[in-house]
């Protein structure tokens, strides 16, 4: 028992190396949008509802390595095709397409499934081991106008203000070992229910953090000055440096995630008996609760200043953001434990079987985490339709979704035996001339699937 928690416990610490170096290309992530739809998704298909872990038409599965990344922002947007299709590289301060308002928003997160499986045990029970490595960024609340002005330079012939509530920044690296189990609650005529949950112990790499609950300014070109009124609490785990991930004092944590599922199955189907189709419902809906928990940091440094004063702009050319604050404003720095909540969400799901080979699932993402709430991450609420032609060895689907902050986004995607590849944007990144989020997924395992005996069956 104590080899197999260190070897998983490697695992994990592997997975967060490999997350590393996925954050140091700048890739990020939703996980798996609209592979997650798939009755043969098996593990993937846990990580949405862990109430998926039982009842499937898999016998087991095991993943062997699975990555997706997503991120955006409504600040910005870009052409994929002008990025695709410059010789000299993407200008971003040129090309690029900028949305400054009062309240701008940066997301971004990276998720890696290692070695991981789910098995039956019975009729009515089955249980998943799970490794992951995951990260999020969320950067709520920010004025798009003072973004641009420290990132770009001070324009002294552009005067603006700004009044900010609930800023937040938020930067964080974690692992994850965890445990499904899910059982067949009713299996009756027409109605079938089973529900899951996963217990996780979690490995907090580190992470960031930047909050103020007002923060109101004004830049005067005339005298090149930044007045501000306000306050800024900034700070960070023992350590932790996100262009070099350390893994080797990892702190430890609980998370939990909840899920149920309820099929609809009509005794005729496809002018049979339900009973010769691999999936017998005509309606399925799914309810969950992920990511429940949080991550106790015992060390943390961190600083809170009093930014009612004056700075000149000119300091941000020379100076980083925290020399600007030291120089210039009063402030005091402690150390202690500081507490990072995961991003709890909710899922709702519904996939309807329309005949044959063809299906269409609608799956709405809400996170439980309020915009610009401190020392947190959250997700990007979602509302995605995938329509899709599924068989055992073969799915294909076209998820089309409504994202938060006014962004559309139509997608491809298709699974083939042990290989699933595909993205919630591609078709739209590809299209459109200033795409605000992307996405990219893909995954091996192997996959076994159950054997069914069509003439027994009741």
């Given at each position: 028992m104590r080899y197999t928690i260190s070897l998983l416990c490697k695992t994990v610490c592997f997975n967060l190396s490999l997350l590393s170096f996925l954050l140091s290309i700048n890739a990020f992530g939703q996980s798996y949008i609209g592979h997650a739809f798939d009755n043969y998704a098996g593990v993937h298909g846990v990580v949405y509802n862990p109430a998926n872990v039982v009842g499937s038409p898999m016998s087991a599965d095991v993943n062997l390595f699975s990555a997706s990344a997503f991120g955006g922002s409504d600040y910005f947007g870009?052409?994929?095709?002008?990025?695709?299709?410059?010789?000299?590289?993407?200008?971003?301060?040129?090309?690029?397409?900028?949305?400054?308002t009062n309240e701008n928003h940066f997301f971004a997160n990276a998720d890696i499934l290692g070695p991981s499986f789910m098995f039956n045990m019975g009729q009515r029970h089955s249980?998943?081991?799970?490794?992951?490595?995951?990260?999020?960024?969320?950067?709520?609340?920010?004025?798009?106008?003072?973004?641009?002005?420290?990132?770009?330079?001070?324009?002294?012939?552009?005067?603006f203000d700004f009044d900010m509530k609930d800023l937040n920044g938020t930067v964080h690296v974690f692992g994850e070992i965890g445990l499904s189990y899910g059982r067949i609650l009713m299996d009756k005529k027409t109605s079938f229910l089973k529900a899951g949950f996963t217990a996780k112990y979690l490995f907090g790499a580190g992470g960031i953090f930047a909050n103020s609950?007002?923060?109101?300014?004004?830049?005067?070109?005339?005298?090149?000055?930044?007045?501000?009124?306000?306050?800024?609490?900034?700070g960070f785990s023992q350590d932790f440096d996100s262009d070099d991930i350390n893994f080797d004092s990892l702190e430890g944590g609980?998370?939990?995630?909840?899920?149920?599922v309820y099929e609809y199955r009509p005794r005729i189907l496809d002018?049979?008996?339900?009973?010769?189709?691999?999936?017998?419902?005509?309606?399925?809906?799914?309810?969950?609760?992920?990511d429940l928990g949080a991550i106790n940091y015992s060390q943390?440094?961190?600083?809170?200043?009093?930014?009612?004063?004056?700075?000149?702009?000119?300091?941000?050319?020379?100076?980083?953001?925290?020399?600007?604050?030291?120089?210039?404003?009063?402030?005091?720095?402690?150390?202690?434990?500081?507490?990072?909540?995961?991003?709890?969400?909710?899922?709702?799901?519904?996939?309807?079987?329309?005949?044959?080979?063809?299906?269409?699932?609608?799956?709405?993402?809400?996170?439980?985490?309020?915009?610009?709430?401190?020392?947190?991450?959250?997700?990007?609420?979602?509302?995605?339709?995938?329509p899709r032609i599924e068989t055992k060895i073969f799915s294909l689907y076209t998820p089309l979704s409504i994202r938060q902050y006014g962004d559309f986004a139509w997608g491809f995607g298709f699974r083939l035996g042990p290989l699933t590849v595909g993205s919630g944007s591609l078709l739209t990144n590809l299209l459109s001339k200033s795409s605000k989020t992307s996405d990219v997924y893909l995954g091996l395992k192997i996959p076994l699937y159950k054997k069914i005996d069509f003439q027994n069956r009741s």
């Open positions: 870009i052409s994929l095709k002008d990025l695709l299709n410059s010789d000299d590289g993407f200008d971003f301060e040129d090309s690029a397409q900028r949305f400054p249980i998943a081991i799970t490794t992951r490595a995951r990260s999020f960024l969320n950067f709520d609340n920010i004025s798009g106008n003072l973004y641009e002005s420290i990132s770009d330079g001070f324009d002294v012939n552009n005067d609950p007002q923060l109101t300014g004004s830049y005067t070109g005339f005298n090149n000055s930044l007045a501000t009124t306000g306050s800024l609490q900034y609980f998370g939990f995630d909840l899920g149920m002018g049979d008996v339900s009973g010769r189709r691999q999936q017998q419902y005509k309606l399925k809906v799914g309810l969950a609760l992920t943390a440094e961190t600083s809170s200043y009093d930014l009612n004063g004056d700075v000149m702009a000119s300091e941000f050319d020379t100076k980083d953001i925290e020399q600007v604050l030291d120089d210039n404003y009063t402030g005091s720095v402690d150390m202690g434990p500081s507490k990072l909540k995961l991003p709890t969400t909710l899922h709702l799901s519904a996939d309807y079987y329309l005949n044959s080979i063809f299906y269409v699932g609608l799956h709405g993402t809400v996170s439980a985490i309020k915009s610009g709430k401190a020392n947190a991450n959250g997700t990007v609420n979602t509302l995605t339709l995938a």
